[in-house]
Nanobody, 125 residues
Framework: QVQLVESGGGLVQAGDSLRLSCAAS????????MAWFRQAPGKEREFVCG????????NYADSVKGRFTISRDNAKNTLYLQMNSLKPEDTAVYYC??????????????????WGQGTQVTVSS
């Protein structure tokens, strides 16, 4: 079992940067594909980006490509999301998710086994 705890959210202005972290407990972090999703009020949860088990492969939604960077430190059981050039439309609750014992990065939320509680990111214009 994997427990995930996000941190690093907050209120920022458009153009600012934030770095989210997701601390994982359990023994399966390094064998899990990890991803960030987000959910804005009144909208469905959407895929932001994902990273393979060793961090070699990444995948980004078009809306964040070139602005966001996902990374992981398997020695520290931690997933990161560096968000630059933030826009008001990035406002959402951000969730990290784990897909245990799998290889492919998937964009559908139902493909992920474990979820964090979420951290709020608010970008003002």
């Amino acid at each position: 079992q994997v427990q995930l705890v996000e941190s690093g959210g907050g209120l920022v202005q458009a153009g600012d940067s934030l770095r989210l972290s997701c601390a994982a407990s359990g023994r399966t972090f390094s064998s899990s594909v990890m991803a960030w999703f987000r959910q804005a009020p009144g909208k469905e949860r959407e895929f932001v980006c994902g990273i393979s088990r060793k961090g070699i492969t990444t995948n980004y939604a078009d809306s964040v490509k070139g602005r966001f960077t996902i990374s992981r430190d398997n020695a520290k059981n931690t997933l990161y999301l560096q968000m630059n050039s933030l826009k008001p439309e990035d406002t959402a609750v951000y969730y990290c998710a784990a897909r245990t014992n799998e290889v492919l990065i998937m964009a559908r939320a139902r493909e992920y086994d474990y979820w964090g509680q979420g951290t709020q990111v608010t970008v003002s214009s």
